[in-house]
C-alpha cells in the first residue's frame, strides 16, 4: 500500500499553499468554491461543506489522454526513420492525366486515344446487339412454351428465329472488330538494351510476388507528446496493384511494367515510353527516360498482419513515455514490432506521383537499381519503334 503525503499552509485569507511529493500548487478561493493551479494543471473544485459531495474539473484547455480507437487504414512512421530518410509529408496526387503528355509524343497519345475512343463505340453496339439477342431469346422462349401460342403464332415465332440469326451473326461481328481495333508495337532493341530490359523485367517479377505492395499516402506530423506515440508521422496506406499488363487494345512482345496505386491514373512502363491510364480510359504518353523512380528504406510500426517476406528491427507500444518504455496509464498498449520496408516513388517533371511501400527491401531496391541501369543505357542507345494500327475498315 502506497502512502500519500500531503500539507496546507495558509498564506493569507482565501489563498493557500498545498504541498506534496508530487510537488506545490496554489488554490484560490473561499470553503466550497476554489481554483487550484499547479504543475499538472488548473482545476476548478467545487462542494457542499459537511455532505462529502464535490465536484472536480480542469480548466486549462489541456484534457487526460484517453485510449483512442485503432483505425486499421492509419499506420504509424518510426522515430527511427528520420534516420533514415525524411518523408514528404503531404498528400501525393498526380495532376489529371490530360496534362502528363511529354512534347514530341502528343501525336502518339492522338493515336491511342482514337483507338481507344473507336473501341468504346464499338464495344457499345456490342452490348446492344447483346441485350436485343437476350430480348428476341426470352420472348421465344415464351412462345415456345405455350402450345397455343405455338400453334397461333408460328409466323412469329419463325420471325424471332431468323432475328435472333441476324443479331448474333451482328454482335459477332463487332466482337471481330473488337479484336482487330488494336495498336500493335515493334521494339527493336540493341543487345545490351534488350540484356538490361530482360534484367528489369527479371527484377520486377520478383516484385509482383512480395507479400504486400501498399499504395501510401502521406500526412503531417503526429503530436508525439498529445497521443503519446513514438512514430513521427501517420501514413494512409491501400493495396496497391504491381503486376505484368497491357491495356486490352496495345499488343506488343514486351509486356508492359503495371503499378497503380491510390490515385486516379496508373502507369504501364514500356521499352521506349511510358503510358498514363485514368478512370476513364484517357490516356497520355512520355519518354521514359523522364520517369523518375527513386528508392529509400523506411521503418514502419506495424499494426496490421506482418508480412513474411519483411524484416523487425526493433519494438516499441502503441502509446510510450518519454524514455520510449510503454505508458502503463494505458490499458490496451500492445508492443509492436518496427519493420523495415522498402519504399518506391514515381515522378515525372509534366505532374505524376505516386508512391509505394513494398514489404521486402531486397526486391524494391533491385527493381529501381534495374531501372536506373535501363534507363543509362537507353539514353545513349537507338531505339526503333514501328507502330502497327490495325483498325477495322
Not at 19 to 41: L, N, Q, Y
Not at 79 to 96: F, G, H
Not at 154 to 180: F, G, M, V, W, Y
Not at 295 to 323: C, M
Request: charge should be positive; glycine fraction near 6%; aromatic fraction near 10%.
Amino acid at each position: 500500500m502506497g502512502l500519500r503525503f500531503y500539507k496546507k499552509v495558509k498564506l493569507i485569507p482565501g489563498v493557500k499553499l498545498n504541498i506534496s511529493k508530487s510537488g506545490v500548487s496554489v488554490s484560490v478561493g473561499v470553503p466550497g468554491v476554489s481554483v487550484t493551479t499547479g504543475k499538472k494543471g488548473t482545476y476548478f473544485n467545487a462542494g457542499l461543506p459537511g455532505t462529502g459531495l464535490s465536484y472536480r474539473t480542469r480548466i486549462d484547455g489541456v484534457s487526460k489522454p484517453v485510449n483512442p480507437p485503432s483505425n486499421s487504414n492509419v499506420e504509424l512512421f518510426s522515430k527511427a526513420n528520420s534516420v533514415l530518410s525524411k518523408p514528404v509529408l503531404k498528400a501525393l496526387k498526380s495532376v489529371s492525366v490530360e496534362e502528363l503528355t511529354s512534347e514530341g509524343m502528343r501525336g502518339l497519345k492522338n493515336e491511342i486515344n482514337n483507338v481507344q475512343r473507336e473501341r468504346s463505340n464499338i464495344r457499345a453496339e456490342q452490348m446492344s446487339a447483346e441485350r436485343r439477342c437476350d430480348r428476341l431469346q426470352a420472348d421465344l422462349h415464351r412462345i415456345a412454351r405455350n402450345p397455343f401460342s405455338r400453334l397461333f403464332q408460328k409466323r412469329q415465332l419463325e420471325q424471332i428465329k431468323l432475328d435472333i440469326e441476324e443479331t448474333e451473326a451482328q454482335a459477332n461481328i463487332l466482337s471481330n472488330r473488337l479484336s482487330d481495333t488494336t495498336l500493335t508495337f515493334t521494339f527493336d532493341l540493341d543487345e545490351q538494351v534488350e540484356s538490361a530490359l530482360e534484367t528489369l523485367d527479371l527484377a520486377f517479377g520478383a516484385l509482383t510476388y512480395v507479400s504486400h505492395a501498399w499504395s501510401t499516402h502521406f500526412f503531417d506530423f503526429i503530436d508525439q507528446h498529445q497521443t503519446r506515440s513514438s512514430a513521427d508521422a501517420k501514413v494512409n496506406r491501400k493495396k496497391g496493384i504491381v503486376r505484368s499488363k497491357s491495356p486490352e487494345f496495345i499488343k506488343t512482345q514486351w509486356t508492359p511494367l503495371h503499378f497503380h496505386g491510390s490515385g486516379n491514373v496508373g502507369v504501364y512502363i514500356l521499352p521506349s515510353f511510358i503510358l498514363f491510364e485514368n478512370m476513364a480510359r484517357s490516356y497520355a504518353v512520355a519518354d521514359v527516360l523522364e520517369l523518375q523512380v527513386r528508392f529509400r528504406p523506411f521503418h514502419f510500426i506495424e499494426e496490421s498482419l506482418i508480412p513474411d517476406d519483411a524484416e523487425a528491427v526493433g519494438y516499441t507500444w502503441l502509446r510510450v513515455n518519454k524514455d520510449g518504455g510503454p505508458d502503463r496509464r494505458f490499458s490496451h498498449n500492445p508492443k509492436l514490432p518496427i519493420m523495415e520496408y522498402g519504399i518506391i516513388s514515381f515522378h515525372t517533371d509534366t505532374g505524376f506521383r505516386e508512391e509505394f511501400m513494398i514489404s521486402d527491401v531486397t526486391a524494391a531496391q533491385r527493381f529501381v537499381s534495374a531501372f536506373d541501369s535501363y534507363k543509362s543505357l537507353l539514353s545513349t542507345a537507338t531505339v526503333e519503334v514501328a507502330v502497327k494500327d490495325t483498325p477495322y475498315d
